[in-house]
Nanobody
Framework: QVHLVESGGGLVQPGDSLRLSCVDSGRTFAGLAMGWFRKAPGKEREFVASVDWTGYNTQYSDSVKGRFLCSRDNDMNTVYLQMNSLKPEDTAVYYC???????????????WGQGTQVTVSS
């Protein structure tokens, strides 16, 4: 069973940093590829970043590449999204997702968290 819980969202100013965490309370975390997605008001949900089960392979959307860093700690059953140089357009609900497998990115993910709000505003 996979149960994902995100945390770390909040209200920050442009240029600030924020780190999101996603904990899986299940027993199969090391066998899961993990992803981060976001949904802004009036927009479709979009891919942000992903990491494979080893933590060595990552993938990012063009809009966050160079600013965001996705990592994981399999001992802690946690995946992180370090967000730097935040912009107002990064404002969204951020979701953690998981999918069984050895890939870095999947077009659909089997498990989803509830989301955490990130607001970037001056």
């Amino acid at each position: 069973q996979v149960h994902l819980v995100e945390s770390g969202g909040g209200l920050v100013q442009p240029g600030d940093s924020l780190r999101l965490s996603c904990v899986d309370s299940g027993r199969t975390f090391a066998g899961l590829a993990m992803g981060w997605f976001r949904k802004a008001p009036g927009k479709e949900r979009e891919f942000v970043a992903s990491v494979d089960w080893t933590g060595y392979n990552t993938q990012y959307s063009d809009s966050v590449k160079g600013r965001f860093l996705c990592s994981r700690d399999n001992d802690m059953n946690t995946v992180y999204l370090q967000m730097n140089s935040l912009k107002p357009e990064d404002t969204a609900v951020y979701y953690c997702a998981a999918h069984p497998g050895t890939g870095t990115y999947y077009t659909s993910y089997a498990y989803w968290g509830q989301g955490t709000q990130v607001t970037v505003s001056s």
